[in-house]
């Protein structure tokens, strides 16, 4: 666990001295929900029914440019090869970056979401279901970008192949995603979808840390 914490510890020190890279991808998030109320009118009513989907399709999209950098910095500082030595288990190591990575990119896009919420006209009734979906969903999505940045790992326009990977694999991220905000805003049952969403999450945690391990160990080679 010593060595978990000091990846875990690492991680967080360089996302905070890259910091510029997080505040990237939250101004991203923002400009493109900005956006949205311009380009359809100020009509409440619309922008109701499309702003689940508008608030996931932003969190995909602020999300991706940054996959790329999950393992470069390490490939370029010789990192990956200190990863490979460290005495535990490389799965469990790519899950602790995996938490670093969601806690640099995932926690910040959660936690603006109540603000750009009222942007989108959403009613705050359903805001903690919305907000615990996102924090899942992110996840989840950060986990596809961990295998694919690893399977891309020391490529040519590695950020064009990643999202080549990703977008086809996050669609149930998505689609159970804004199923489950839109049933949380409309006052509904919102527990079948977030438990489809929660189910695919799971099968990620199951086969991302042994899935990007293998790759890590065959870039090495």
Do not use: C, Y
């Not at 979808?193 to 042994?210: D, G, H, K, R, S």
């Amino acid at each position: 666990m010593q060595a978990q914490w000091a990846v875990l510890k690492r991680d967080l020190l360089l996302g905070w001295r890259g910091l510029s890279d997080t505040i990237a991808g939250i101004s991203f998030f923002v400009m493109i929900i900005a956006l949205v109320p311009l380009a359809v009118g100020p009509d409440t009513a619309t922008l109701t029914v499309i702003a689940p989907a508008i608030l996931w399709i932003a969190a995909l999209l602020a999300t991706l440019p940054q996959m790329e950098r999950l393992f470069a910095r390490d490939d370029a500082e010789g990192g990956l090869d200190h990863l490979l030595m460290i005495p535990a288990p490389l799965p469990l190591t790519v899950l602790t970056k995996i938490a670093a990575a969601w806690l640099l990119i995932g926690l910040p896009l959660t936690l603006t979401a109540p603000l750009l919420g009222m942007m989108l006209a959403l009613p705050l009734a359903g805001m903690a279901m919305v907000m615990l979906a996102l924090a899942i969903g992110t996840f989840g999505l950060l986990m596809l970008g961990m295998i694919a940045a690893a399977l891309v790992l020391g490529a040519r326009r590695g950020g064009v192949l990643i999202a080549i990977l990703v977008l086809p694999l996050a669609m149930p991220i998505l689609i159970f995603g804004v199923a489950t905000s839109q049933a949380a805003m409309l006052g509904e049952n919102a527990m079948p979808p977030f438990q489809f969403l929660l189910a695919v999450v799971l099968l990620l945690l199951a086969i991302t840390p042994w899935a990007t391990a293998m790759s890590l160990r065959h870039a090495a080679e």
